[in-house]
Nanobody, 115 residues
């Protein structure tokens, strides 16, 4: 059984940084991509960043230049470095793995940006 375990969320002041990590346990067949999504209260879940097995990266416009995604295919781990955080980045952040055509989701980690 596959489980995604996230860590690194918390409370940070505007302008601060956080690093999220997500490790997959269990066997995932043919990981095609890893990514991070977020959902703020009253809003739909949205893509933050995604990295393909080949290394192609996509960022949401709102986080370009501030966030950086990286992955370790051998360890089935994905990271999200978040810098220059803004109050509007406050949300629950979910990691996502695509194994073949199967989606796997983490339980979510809260990120709150507030002074």
């Amino acid at each position: 059984q596959v489980q995604l375990v996230e860590s690194g969320g918390g409370l940070v002041q505007p302008g601060g940084s956080l690093r999220l990590s997500c490790a997959a346990s269990g066997s995932i067949f043919s990981v095609n991509g890893m990514g991070w999504y977020r959902q703020a209260p009253g809003r739909q879940r949205e893509l933050v960043a995604r990295i393909s097995r080949g290394g192609s990266i996509i960022y949401a416009e709102s986080v370009k230049g501030r966030f950086a995604i990286s992955g370790d295919n051998a360890k089935n781990t994905v990271y999200l470095q978040m810098n220059s955080l803004k109050p509007e980045d406050t949300a629950v952040y979910y990691c996502h793995f695509l194994g073949g055509s199967t989606s796997y989701w983490g339980q979510g980690t809260q990120v709150t940006v507030s002074s």
